[in-house]
């Protein structure tokens, strides 16, 4: 199991929590300004450390005062809000690792408590608006849509599905022992998954939120399109616990053919009958390009693509580049995206740009190279900020008009499950800086318990890095005149 070497430290946390006021796994959370959460013993328990002011990095250029604030929102990414009930996922696929990996984790079934964790510490930042930057959800269902909206817009959350209480993989009476199972296995937490079906409420963000396509959100399990045949499964009553050992698992390199084979075989293996639910349907890409496109002015009704302001002098650009109906994350980005991302460069005028993406441009597979290129060819960029890796990283682009920086920022899925807040100011000269700072969820209720596991979980917690260096995280990211 995946916990299997959890120290014995970790076994003082137990105990599952409820949706109260109590702040776990580490503390409070917040701004990372002012405390952070570390390990100081290395026995895998979070505690509160001190916090990690702002560094300078000049790559682009020499540091200068920071004047006037022209624009200050946040990001979400990766939220992965799912229905870890449902038959139309596939976690028996985690043990083979890989690409697979993702496809469970131990505190899979508090989505929706830790993205509200998250909104009530982006909340106190006060951002005039907050991007969501893909992954919004899971395995592309509609009911999980509706969960991350109404802990997104504020209201009650409903999480649980199917019929009243938990069923699934995490049950104490699977006898898989590969799964985390809450009331059985360490760190234990009895209850866990009783209270994760609780309805709560949401505070809702209290400002404008921008949402972003992810490949999570337009395939199922981010991979597979969605279909009739895929459906049947979501919304049925078989949910496969654990693959029949006969059956080769896909290859890392050709996931989606693997999943596809799968299917055809029937999903083989241990299973367990639960309720069924319609609300597992799938939202095909254009239903789920109109239900987030709802309001905003669209290049065209098949992509989310739009345009923002974050005020008077900064610009928001958003770029789909999920790929529709290809297999995997590598993304695509259509010729008639490159030109309608030149013409808004270009209609900014004097304003700013901050481009936004699922994919950071330079890393999609199909039509990436052209985006950069406009983005490159352009002095009013600032930043390609972007989601997807689950990583705190950031980098400069030099390029011949100056530069920006590519900015991407770790999930709520798995460790550290922060957010991003970012603030662009002006410097001496007509050069400007934009301040970066993560956001840690505040640790309320079941988000507490979510964090320590995700900390603890081998294949994304503290093993993989996700929260990057200290360049990747709180820093002062300047940049030239504008030529």
């Known amino acids: 199991m995946r916990l299997a070497t959890v120290l014995a430290a970790a076994l003082l946390v137990t105990g599952c929590g409820g949706d109260g006021e109590r702040a776990a796994g580490g503390g409070a959370g917040g701004s990372t300004l002012r405390s952070t959460l570390v390990d100081p013993d290395g026995d895998g328990v979070l505690a509160r450390g001190p916090g990690e002011p702002l560094r300078d990095r000049t790559e682009l250029a020499p540091a200068s005062r920071p004047g006037r604030a022209i624009a200050t929102f946040g990001q979400l990414t990766d939220t992965h809000v799912r229905d870890e009930e449902s038959p139309g996922r596939v976690p028996f696929l985690d043990r083979y690792g890989g690409a697979l990996n993702p496809t469970f984790r131990p505190q899979e079934a508090l989505s929706p408590q830790v993205l509200a964790a998250a909104v009530r510490a982006l909340r106190a ?5 907050v991007v969501v930057t893909g992954d919004i959800v899971d395995n592309a269902q509609r009911d999980e849509l509706a969960q991350a909206r109404a802990v997104l817009d504020g209201g009650l959350v409903r ?3 199917g019929a009243p209480g938990y069923r699934g993989v995490q049950q104490a009476s699977n006898p898989d022992p590969l799964y985390y199972r809450p009331d059985l296995d360490a760190p234990r937490h009895p209850g866990l998954l009783a209270a994760a079906q609780r309805p709560f409420r949401s505070p809702g963000l209290g400002v404008p939120w921008l949402p972003v396509v ?10 597979v399109a969605a279909s ?3 459906d049947a499964i979501a919304t049925g009553t078989r949910l496969t616990t654990t693959l029949d050992p006969e059956f080769r698992p896909p290859a890392p390199e050709d996931v989606q053919a693997g999943l596809d084979e799968l299917l055809d075989a029937g999903v083989p293996g241990r299973a367990m009958t639960v309720p069924a639910d319609p609300g597992r349907a799938a939202l095909r890409p254009e239903e789920l390009v109109a239900a987030l496109g709802r309001g905003r002015r669209l290049r065209a009704p098949d992509r989310l693509d739009y345009v923002f302001d974050l005020g008077p002098r900064v610009r928001g ?9 290809a297999s995997g994350s590598g993304g695509e980005i259509l010729p008639k995206q490159v030109a309608w991302l030149r013409e808004q460069l270009a209609a900014a005028g004097e304003r700013d740009v901050v481009v936004f993406s699922h994919n950071r441009l330079d890393s ?3 039509g990436g190279a052209a985006a950069v290129a406009a983005l490159d060819a352009s002095g009013a960029v600032v930043a390609n900020v972007a989601g997807d890796v689950h990583r705190n990283r950031i980098r400069p682009r030099r390029t011949p008009a100056g530069g920006y920086w590519v900015i991407e920022t770790s999930s709520l899925a798995d460790f550290p499950m922060q957010a991003r807040m ?6 001496a000269g007509g050069g400007r800086v934009l301040e970066t700072w993560m956001v840690d969820q505040d640790g309320r209720g079941l988000a507490g318990p979510a964090r ?3 900390y603890l979980d081998s294949q994304g917690g503290r093993p993989r890095g996700f929260a990057g260096g200290r360049g990747d995280r709180n820093v002062r990211l300047f940049l030239a005149p504008r030529r």
């Open 125 to 129: 930042e006060r951002p005039a608006a």
């Open 228 to 230: 009739a045949r895929t």
């Open 317 to 325: 650009i958003v770029l789909d580049t999920v790929a529709r109906g």
């Open 422 to 427: 970012l603030r662009l100011r002006e410097t």
């Open 452 to 454: 320590e596991l995700a």
């Open 364 to 366: 999609v597979e199909r």
């Open 159 to 161: 999480p649980d599905t």
């Open 214 to 223: 992810g490949n999570h959100d337009a395939a199922r399990q981010g991979y």
